[in-house]
């Protein structure tokens, strides 16, 4: 394969070649070379012209043109078409994939072989006043045009005459990389790439010339980005509970970065950040509901939920759309009771083992328990009116042990929950019954009736501590 430094010698020795002729006996020379084609009534016109082609300048017209007889004004070139071109230029074009004028040697059709007022010989100033009299139909239908064909230079991006066997379609970030150098630079240091970007192909959603979207998108978003992700178009289009930012008009990239992240999934920053961009405070839907903020949930507080800890909002919510309340990933009920179904704690058993609301003796399996009894069980494990984990736990962060909410709503009431720990169980005061203790140690005796033996000692920590 040819090297540039080859190309670059073959360009040299052809310049030499030209200069030898036009200094060897025969070639005119001063101002004789002019009387030879370019005389008054003859070829004048190229005295005036800014850019000559070099046999003309050097006044060898005969490089290019054979007189067919002597003394006659007839010519024939010295070459057929191309490979005339090819004889001084064979640097061009060698190894390459030619432009299809350029393979059909074609070259007088972008380059007047004697001389032009502009640059390379070229008819037009501008190559894209060129490029638009084979391919106007690339602008046809395009009002956002990428810059270079906005302002003319083609062939900032293309070679005229053909392109390196590397530089083919299917590697077009290379290419791209050179003017989107930031780009090109995430791709180096970011750990998470966008699939097309990374196989190096920017024309899967881009269009290199123009289109009718933004960004020179191949097609609006989130309409582009379904394209490939078809399971979370049916997700957006179908769920029962509908995130809006999925389906409105560029919301993906409101969360998703569409060349790189140092975030799984592309995501423009961690979920927790994320997600608190829209959703620090209250904030009301179309249907009229009010969405709890989550500043006042988690701001200050003691005790995290793991996830809300980890900054990992998608373990509990679908960002897409779910079938469930809240976005949630699996049922978590949004009521207070339910009967007791594996189904109704899809959510949480995720995590937690079911076996903690399964087991009714245990002295291994919670601390929540009375003696060998599973408060956890007793609570939940219910045919009907079983307490749901929204009961007791508050669903983000807590100022207190396990999650314990303060509050809960109950109907229109906002309930008190008054719970205090201790090191060998708790009590707890609120509106769902009496004041209730419990030790795993010494287990409080609450007899056949329900209500504690009299003689019982009360563990240690006072009610509502």
């Known amino acids: 394969m040819m090297t540039v430094v080859d190309r670059h010698l073959l360009r040299a020795a052809a310049f030499f070649l030209i200069t030898l002729c036009g200094t060897a006996p025969g070639a005119a020379d001063g101002a004789e070379r002019w009387n030879s084609c370019v005389i008054a009534n003859c070829h004048s016109s190229f005295r005036d012209t800014q850019h000559l082609h070099f046999p003309v300048a050097m006044g060898v017209c005969k490089i290019c043109h054979r007189p067919t007889s002597a003394g006659g004004h007839d010519f024939r070139l010295a070459r057929e078409g191309g490979d005339l071109c090819r004889y001084c230029h064979p640097e061009i074009g060698a190894e390459h994939n030619d432009h299809s004028i350029f ?95 990374k196989s190096g192909d920017c024309g899967h959603c881009h269009d290199a010339h123009g289109s009718e979207s933004a960004m020179n998108l191949r097609d609006d978003v989130p309409a582009l980005c379904y394209r490939c992700h078809e399971e979370i178009e049916r997700t957006v289009q179908t769920a029962m509970h509908q995130h809006s930012v999925a389906s409105e008009p560029g919301g993906c990239l409101i969360c998703h970065s569409p060349h790189a992240s140092s975030v799984r999934f592309g995501l423009n920053s961690d979920p927790l950040t994320l997600c608190r961009g829209c959703h620090e405070n209250d904030m009301t839907t179309e249907e009229g509901e009010t969405i709890p903020g989550f500043a006042h949930q988690v701001e200050g507080k003691k005790y995290l939920h793991g996830p809300v800890r980890q900054r ?154």
């Not at 393979?103 to 007022?117: K, N, V």
């Not at 391919?135 to 005229?160: E, F, K, N, Y």
């Not at 002295?363 to 069980?377: A, I, P, Q, V």
């Open 103 to 197: 393979g059909a040697r074609e070259c007088t059709i972008c380059h007047d072989p004697h001389g032009s007022g502009h640059r390379f010989l070229l008819p037009e100033a501008q190559s894209a006043d060129m490029c638009e009299g084979c391919h106007a139909q690339i602008l046809r239908g395009r009002s956002v045009l990428h810059t270079p064909v906005a302002t003319g230079p083609c062939t900032v991006c293309h070679d005229p005459h053909g392109s390196d066997p590397d530089h083919t379609a299917g590697d077009t970030a290379s290419l791209c990389f050179q003017c989107h150098e930031v780009t090109g630079q995430e791709l180096e240091t970011l750990d998470h790439i966008h699939e097309p970007l």
């Open 312 to 465: 990992d909002c998608g373990a509990c919510h679908n960002s897409h759309g779910s079938d469930h309340f809240r976005l949630l990933v699996g049922e978590y009920s949004p009521e207070f009771y339910a009967s007791f179904d594996l189904d109704n704690f899809q959510l949480c058993f995720s995590c937690h083992p079911q076996r903690g609301v399964l087991t009714e003796e245990t002295t291994t399996l919670t601390d929540f328990r009375n003696g060998k009894l599973n408060l956890h069980y007793l609570h939940v494990n219910k045919p009907d009116k079983g307490r749901t984990c929204r009961a007791c736990h508050a669903t983000h962060a807590s100022d207190r042990p396990k999650h314990i909410s303060d509050r809960i709503w109950f109907g229109d009431w906002e309930m008190p929950i008054t719970f205090a720990k201790t090191e060998t169980g708790g009590n707890c005061e609120s509106g769902c019954h009496r004041p209730r203790a419990y030790d795993r140690e010494m287990p409080v005796d609450y007899g056949e009736e329900g209500e504690p033996v009299p003689d019982r000692e009360t563990p240690p920590g006072e009610i509502g501590e």
